[in-house]
């Protein structure tokens, strides 16, 4: 039996579909991957972190829910964030308005299922990006976060925060999020 292979599609392709596509999905090399819808938690916890950097930066940078592609050139990838940040003017690839190529920090909520795919995948093509400084993996059931920060030699500094009253410090941000602030009334 001959082995069926997965269509490729160029990038115009996965855009002009997704703009009128009822459900989301990725772009991966060529691939058109389902994203799965998110959990109640997952949304929450996303909400919560949107709204905590919206409030800390305090209108410096704008800050963006998951309705927002992000374009990885170097790794043929169009991906959604959980939310992200982009501080000076957003950069749009060509004349879209709804794919970004300059994001200056990345959300992705975890799952038990998503986690195998998101920490050694989404983080790799995710770093690669130029202009990205922070990149933050937060879990959703249990505290666990994990902070990616661009160091001044372009190696990237990693640390996890596992306990409630954990400081997270965005230093080219110039704020901090607590744990608690990040996981208040989500995680009893």
């Not at 160029?10 to 090399?29: G, I, M």
């Not at 997952?42 to 592609?69: M, P, T």
């Not at 990885?72 to 060509?94: K, N, W």
Request: glycine residues 8%; hydrophobic residues 40%; aromatic residues 8%.
């Amino acid at each position: 039996m001959a082995t069926q292979l997965s269509p490729i599609f160029t990038l115009e392709e996965y855009l002009d579909r997704e703009r009128v596509a009822n459900e989301r999905s990725e772009f991966c090399a060529g691939e058109i991957r389902a994203k799965a819808g998110a959990t109640e938690t997952h949304a929450r916890l996303a909400a919560q972190i949107g709204f905590l950097l919206d409030l800390k930066l305090q209108d410096r940078c704008r800050v963006y829910g998951s309705g927002l592609k992000v374009y990885l050139e170097r790794h043929g990838q169009c991906l959604y964030p959980d939310a992200m940040v982009i501080c000076g003017e957003p950069q749009f690839l060509g004349k879209r308005d709804d794919v970004i190529v300059n994001p200056t920090l990345i959300v992705e909520v975890l799952s038990p299922t998503t986690e195998p795919y998101v920490r050694p995948g989404k983080a790799t093509y995710y770093r690669g990006l130029a202009p990205l400084q922070h990149y933050l993996l937060v879990a959703q059931d249990k505290v666990f976060i994990e902070h990616s920060a661009r160091q001044e030699v372009g190696a990237w500094m990693v640390r996890q925060y596992e306990e409630r009253g954990s400081v997270l410090e965005l230093g080219s941000l110039g704020i901090s999020i607590t744990a608690d602030e990040i996981y208040r009334s989500i995680l009893i």
